[in-house]
């Protein structure tokens, strides 16, 4: 079975920053990986995906995450956040053969301040 | 846009006062999943249908139950609803895993109290 881990709960940052939510992932086959961020009492909007080919994804808002095979790693990063990325921000991680189980880290609170 | 949608937004139910969340789904989409989420938590997957094959998980309530009655709709019933069910209920939808742009599309949720 696959399983994720975010170890920091929260992330305080000063606006226009930089950031590095971090993850690590845990399986014994081949994995997509995705990263979800929620707004309070909101669903959750993917950020961006990791299924195969570039290691280095991006999203239109700024973020971007590289996966690494080798350290089990597909941290988040942006080089200057904003208030309104104040959020919750999960990693998930599926595996590529099928389950259809997309388990997801304890999330990390990214907050932003002035 | 075709999206997943999920009714109500908030839904407030008696203790023991059986009450069922809906899901629709305009993407076509293969699977869809129901996902509960308690604050300050992780989603927790409670069951998916494949079409119409069901896949409870093993530490899935007997108390939550789920119908699909077709591709577009699935619906999540809980029974007899305790003060501890209190969540964000979360449905998504995805393709088969392989499948073009594979990906999971999440609903706004439903936030259910019990009083």
């Known amino acids: 079975a696959q399983s994720v881990t975010q170890l920091d709960s929260q992330v305080p940052v000063f606006e226009e920053a930089p950031v590095e939510l971090r993850c690590n992932y845990s399986?014994?086959?081949?994995?997509?990986l995705f990263w979800y961020v929620q707004y309070p009492n909101q669903g959750l909007q993917l950020l961006l995906k990791?299924?195969?080919?570039?290691?280095l994804v991006e999203s239109i808002n700024g973020f971007e995450a590289e996966f690494n095979k080798s350290q089990t790693s597909f941290h988040l990063r942006k080089p200057s956040v904003h208030i309104s990325d104040t959020a919750e921000y999960f990693c998930?991680?599926?595996?590529?053969?099928?389950?259809?189980?997309?388990?997801f880290g304890t999330g990390t609170q990214l907050k932003v301040e002035l | 846009d075709a999206m997943v949608i999920q009714n109500p937004r908030y839904q407030v139910t008696q203790f023991g006062k059986p009450v069922t969340l809906s899901c629709s789904q305009t993407?076509?989409?293969?699977?869809m999943y129901w996902y509960q989420q308690k604050s300050s938590q992780a989603p927790k997957l409670l069951f998916h249908?494949?079409?119409?094959?069901?896949?409870n998980e093993a530490d899935t309530p007997d108390n939550f139950q789920s119908r699909r009655p077709n591709t577009s709709f699935c619906f999540l019933d809980i029974r007899s609803p305790g003060l501890g069910d209190a969540a964000m209920y979360l449905c998504?939808?995805?393709?088969?895993?392989?499948?073009?742009?594979?990906?999971?599309?999440f609903g706004s949720g439903t936030r259910l109290t019990v009083v």
């Open positions: 998504a939808t995805s393709r088969p895993p392989g499948a073009g742009n594979y990906g999971y599309t």
């Open positions: 399986s014994s086959v081949s994995v997509y």
């Open positions: 990791y299924l195969s080919g570039s290691t």
């Open positions: 998930a991680v599926t595996t590529t053969g099928g389950g259809n189980k997309l388990t």
């Open positions: 993407l076509n989409h293969n699977v």
């Open positions: 249908y494949y079409d119409k094959d069901f896949n």
